[in-house]
Nanobody, 125 residues
């Protein structure tokens, strides 16, 4: 059984930093697409950062480029989202997800068959 356990969310002031973690079990992260998505109130879920299982291609949302970084620890089978210089617009529930990307992009949430429960990130001004 595949399980993703996300953690690290919280309340932070504008300009602050958080690091989200996502521990995976039941599969090997090296073999799948990995995505970090977020959903703000009243908005659709959007891809923040992802890496394709098809060709290893990366995607960073324009709004987070230069502020968010993605990493994995193969030994721990975990993925991380480091968020710096947080802004109020970053307030959302953040999800990690894994799956198999078939097209030319890793941003399609329908390609991800397994999702973590989500962790709330709130940026106060």
């Amino acid at each position: 059984e595949v399980q993703l356990q996300a953690s690290g969310g919280g309340l932070v002031q504008v300009g602050g930093s958080l690091k989200l973690s996502c521990a995976a079990s039941g599969l090997v992260l090296e073999d799948v697409a990995i995505g970090w998505f977020r959903q703000a109130p009243g908005k659709e879920r959007e891809a923040v950062i992802c890496v394709s299982s098809r060709d290893g291609g990366w995607y960073y949302a324009a709004s987070v480029q230069g502020r968010f970084t993605f990493s994995t620890d193969n030994a721990k089978n975990a993925t991380y989202l480091r968020m710096n210089n947080l802004k109020p617009d970053d307030t959302a529930v953040y999800y990690c997800a894994v799956g198999y990307t078939s097209g030319g992009t890793c941003t399609n949430s329908h390609d991800y068959g397994h999702w973590g429960l989500g962790t709330q990130v709130t940026v106060s001004s």
